[in-house]
């Protein structure tokens, strides 16, 4: 039988994981992306965090959430250092170090459906992580995010091109399917 992650399952998980973390770390991935208006299914939360990940862990288990370190994150391997990974419930989470010069003091406080209250990264950092990430699913976001926010087209576009992600992002904000 499979269980179906609810929004609500998210939203408690994403409140308890960043009471833990307070004010250093933020929400980022699909709920990030959902908080900057593009809203897309999402299983899991995700957070960076300007601590060590031995920091992460000692947070997280003060708050009552077992976690464990995994050296490199998956994908990116070689530009991730370390990922602390943790499950509450049915709902898995991801803390990861700064990927890209983050802003922590431009983290934009967001309250989510049930009213909780979380910081999630500024809008300039994730499309930056996502353009640095540059999955499929990455660069859909950033697309997405650069059609609802076409002033940050400028200014990402040389980020896109450093990582060699401009074409591919170019042809999700062309394609009309996604207007």
């Known amino acids: 039988m499979t269980h179906t992650v609810g929004p609500d399952d998210l ?3 994403a409140t308890h994981v960043a009471a833990a973390l307070g004010d250093d770390g933020v929400l980022v991935g699909g709920m990030a992306v959902a908080a ?3 809203v ?3 299983d899991d939360i995700d957070f960076v ?3 060590s990940a031995t920091d992460v862990v000692e ?7 077992s976690s464990r370190i995994q050296k490199g994150g998956g994908v990116l391997d070689d530009d991730i250092e370390w990922c602390v990974r943790g499950r509450l419930g ?12 983050l802003r922590f003091d431009r983290a934009v406080t967001v309250r989510l459906a049930r009213g909780s209250v979380v910081k999630v990264v500024d809008l300039d950092g994730l499309l930056r992580l996502k353009l640095k990430a540059g999955g499929p699913q990455d660069l859909l976001d950033a697309a997405q995010l650069l059609q609802k926010h076409p002033e940050m087209l400028a200014q990402m576009r040389p980020v896109a091109e450093a990582y060699g992600q401009w074409e591919q992002l170019q042809d999700f904000l ?3 399917r996604l207007r």
């Open 11 to 13: 939203e408690a998980a």
């Open 36 to 38: 900057w208006g593009y």
């Open 40 to 42: 897309r299914a999402t």
């Open 49 to 51: 965090a300007r601590l």
């Open 59 to 65: 947070r997280l288990q003060a708050a009552g959430l």
């Open 90 to 101: 049915d709902v898995v989470f991801d803390i990861l170090p700064p990927l890209v010069p």
């Open 174 to 176: 062309n394609d009309p």
